[in-house]
């Protein structure tokens, strides 16, 4: 293990000898990789929609109204970043953290009222509102067999060299005790525990939204505010599981001396460029 961190050290090194990009311009370069990948995904999905179901021009423009919409919320994704970034740095600066604290972070990741539910559920809804029965089956036929999966997020062009960097430098100052590795251990394998015992809940849970989903393509018309009481009844589980999971995070930050939280800020705070 060691001989691997001193090879990947090294190659580090190397590397940023090689480029000679800030942590920002390359970070930025990655993004717009990222971006046009993403675009020319959703460009695919929608091709895909045209020829499957048959979209008039109409029907197609609509659908590229949902991209435009979902790629102008990427500025609002980033400032969702920032306040996860800033809340996570006020809790390390207290004295005792609370499970509430830990929470209030994860509640910072509202991705269905920030992004999904205006850039792409609405502009679904009035693409359905213009669909005929024969397209809504097509459609129905799509979601069963695929899943929901239009527009999915796509995980490429990511700046892993960035990240490693920045958490190699991190491990030079963050040293943790026995004590410290022991509580961590025992914390984490509850938290992985919840994620195991619930599997089979959200597997569950995501077949019978899947059903949810047919039901509505199928239906006459679609009104956000059914979409709207799902979300927030699906989200239950998650929240009794997240609360618990808080706890147990802020178990773990609770062990950190004053001076190992303050490497976690620095560490956070080297992101300022996202």
């Known amino acids: 293990m060691k001989k691997f961190l001193i090879v990947l050290t090294a190659g580090l090194i190397l590397l940023g000898c090689v480029n000679k990009k800030s942590d920002s311009e390359y970070y930025a370069e990655m993004m717009v990789k990222h971006i046009n990948h993403y675009s020319k995904s959703i460009d695919a999905d929608i091709e895909m929609l045209q020829k499957q179901i048959r ?8 659908l ?14 980033r400032q969702m970043i920032y306040k996860i970034q800033m809340k996570t740095i006020s809790i390390l600066e207290k004295d005792t953290i609370q499970k509430e604290d830990v929470s209030a972070v994860f509640k910072e990741a ?18 359905h509102d213009t669909m005929t029965p024969e397209q809504k089956q097509k459609f129905a036929k799509i979601v069963d067999g695929r899943g ?25 100052d963050f040293k943790l005790t026995q004590g410290q590795l022991k509580e961590i251990f025992v914390n984490m394998n509850g938290i992985k525990k919840n994620f195991m015992n619930n599997g089979k809940i959200f597997a569950g849970k995501f077949k019978e939204l899947k059903i949810f989903v047919k039901d509505l393509i199928l239906s006459d018309k679609i009104d956000i505010g059914i979409i709207d009481q799902k979300i927030a009844a699906e989200t239950t589980q998650y929240d009794a599981m997240s609360s618990d999971n808080a706890a147990k995070l802020a178990n773990i930050l609770n062990t950190l001396t004053p001076e190992q939280k ?4 620095k560490f956070i705070s080297g992101f300022d460029f996202i």
């Open 55 to 62: 979209l008039n021009s109409e029907q197609t423009e609509i």
């Open 64 to 77: 590229y109204m949902a991209k435009r919409d979902l790629m102008s919320k990427i500025p609002d994704l």
């Open 110 to 127: 509202d991705i269905y009222n920030l992004v999904v539910r205006d850039a792409i559920i609405k502009n679904l809804i009035t693409l």
């Open 148 to 172: 929901m999966v239009f527009m999915a997020p796509q995980i490429k062009f990511m700046p892993t060299n960035l990240f490693l960097k920045k958490y190699l430098e991190f491990r030079k």
């Open 262 to 265: 303050k490497s976690l800020i």
